[in-house]
């Protein structure tokens, strides 16, 4: 045996370039999180449970780990993941398919099949997600909501991050068909909804128009709470499969959870009136669904802990941290503002330096298609542009604040961002003594 070869924990750190200074600075703040983590913990043992249970109910089988060619037909596999995601919702029917190519066309099949020629969209809760501007087009677009005739409607956040009830209210009028609910913050810097609060919206809203379908993106916040926007009132639930319900097992994928005639609606959009969901070949996916959602609610609890443990750090330091360090948590993002380049540049590298595919490659700032800076983004990741696994990215304009998310182990998650503010220290950015200080 070589003389090194079972190096102690720490020297091993050591080896993959974290100094022993920034791992005391870590284990100093970890102390302080054990609380945060048992609740945590408590969150991912009650959706574990939920999602055996659902699987169990469902019956699931060897057989439906086979998967079909071809049109798809009688495919059991298929019919009964949907059926657990409908169990874990608490929906009546669900589409969970590999041919909705992401969260985007997720979102996008929900709203072009559940609206019609001369209906209204209404978001109260500002701008939604970049992508759906083009969806919407709120940014011009082929094949856009307004193309065919449905218009859109906004009501922003108050300036405390409170829902405009006035606003909202005189927005609602006889076109208005659908309401858009986004849970998470995404790129901006508004809190994210809690499930609670996302309750008291569509409650709000019901009241003042009972047929309005209310539809919520749910992107990066399933199993952060114990229960869903469909357990409070919403219609439809809507997200992607390499974000959290993928469990980083899902190579491709979306889903919609909700009424059984919102689902019917997308599942004749997806593939064509008259088929549904009768068609749809699953080809070899479905063990990755079935065990990515086994082990979606512990993923998810390894990544909300790298968030906690990233926002206590960074604020330590002095930077600003949406959410902040003791804020209770409704999605996986933890945002940082730097304030200058170096700094997202820097953090960047770190997360990159600490995955475990394309470790050795250094990212830089790109022109990314459908963003007016340039953005930098680190993700060494096995399935493709995965957010629930590791990943950070920031757009290089002020307030030069890094968006980081995932990790599909929490001690991968703690190693990343250790990385991270090595890279600061190696570059100066963050000095010797403010971590000494901490420490001592
Ligand atoms: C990621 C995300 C989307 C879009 O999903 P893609 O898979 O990137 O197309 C939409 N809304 C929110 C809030 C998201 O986080």
Redesign the pocket.
Known sequence: MKPNANPSLPSLYTDLGISPEVLALGDRILSGLQERFAAIDATAEYNQLKVLKAMQENQVSEACLLGTTGYGYNDLGRDTLEAVYASVFHTEDALVRPQIT????A?SLALMSNLRPGDELLSHVGKP?D??EEVIGIRPSKGSLREYGVSYRQVDLRADGSFDYAAIQKAVNEKTRLVTI?R?K?YQTRPTLSVERIGELIAFIKDIKPDVICMV?N??GEFVETIEPSDVGADMVVG?L??NPGGGLAPIGGYIAGRRECVENAAFRLTSPGLGKEVGASLGVLPSFYQGLFLAPNVTASALKGAVFAANIYERLGYPVVPDASESRHDIIQAVTFGDPEGVVAFCEGIQAAAPVDSHVTPEPWDMPGYDAKVIMAAGAFVSGS?IELSADGPIKPPYAVYFQGGLTWHHAKFGILRSLQSLTDRGIVTREQIEGICR
Request: hydrophobic share 15%; glycine share 12%; aromatic share 12%.
């Open positions: 992401c969260g985007t066309h979102l997600y992508t759906l986004q998470s995404g993106d992107c990066y992607s390499i974000k957010s």
